[in-house]
């Protein structure tokens, strides 16, 4: 079963618009970390932000923003006002403590932002 | 300072032969991973190590897959007999401890052809 749940395959949209990409993930451990990546066309993952599963505080950074809730098991991230530099996949990834040795990666949604 | 490096960027090899891909960590990263990544998408683990030794290699698909890390820094992965299924982006990433409480920096890649 995959664990992390990317739907959406692909999304346009057009340069400053908004838009949320959405993870939904499975774990029945109760310590686990989540995760957002950057895969530019260069094609190297770029971190961008961990979540851990006792703070379901939002985040903010910049353009970027972060919803983890985990009623519904769900870490979505947006993005305002999108540029053309934000084109890219993005990746959704969870660890787990009892499986702490390695990442299970969502499909990934590939963003393209239109000028 | 100095990202993960790997090399080759890129492998193209008939079937039936032998490949190594290498990767060199970030300097003091403990921990070394390996994944695959197939077109369109995401990571797949492959193996992982603290130190020197291989703590979980579950992810292999086979046992023409193996990988080491001698001296708990540079690390190679061998492909023997390869495959036309073996062909994909090979991901290295490292980390300062368990992936459960730290990120993962990933390098740029080795992409393998088979052909």
């Known amino acids: 079963a995959q664990k992390v749940t990317q739907a959406q395959t692909e999304i346009s949209v057009v340069e400053k618009e908004d838009v949320t990409l959405d993870c939904v993930y499975e774990?029945?451990?109760?310590?686990?970390?989540l995760f957002w990546y950057k895969q530019p066309p260069s094609g190297e993952l770029v971190f961008l932000i961990r979540?851990?599963?006792?703070?379901?505080q939002n985040e903010i950074s910049g353009r970027y923003s972060w919803n983890f809730q985990k009623s519904t098991s769900s870490f979505n991230f947006t993005i305002t006002a999108s540029q053309v530099v934000d084109s890219a996949v993005y990746f959704c990834?969870?660890?787990?403590?009892?499986?702490?040795?390695?990442?299970?990666f969502g499909t990934g949604t590939s963003l393209t932002v239109i000028p | 300072g100095a990202g993960v490096s790997q090399t080759p960027s890129n492998k193209v090899t008939e079937k039936g032969k032998y490949v190594e891909l290498r990767c060199d960590p970030i300097?003091?990263?403990?921990?070394l991973y390996w994944y695959r990544q197939s077109l369109g998408q995401g990571p797949e683990f492959l193996i992982y190590?603290?130190?020197?030794?291989?703590?979980?290699d579950s992810g292999l698909p086979n046992d023409r897959f193996f990988a080491v890390r001698p001296e708990g820094s540079v690390s190679t992965l061998k492909i023997q007999r390869t495959e036309r299924g073996d062909s994909a982006m090979y991901l290295c990433a490292s980390s300062q401890g368990l992936a459960v409480y730290n990120e993962q920096f990933f390098g740029p890649g080795t992409r393998l052809t088979v052909l």
């Open positions: 979540r851990n599963s006792f703070d379901e």
């Open positions: 300097s003091g990263h403990t921990a």
């Open positions: 990834a969870l660890s787990e403590r009892n499986t702490g040795n390695q990442f299970y």
């Open positions: 190590f603290q130190g020197t030794g291989a703590a979980d």
């Open positions: 774990t029945r451990d109760t310590t686990y970390y």
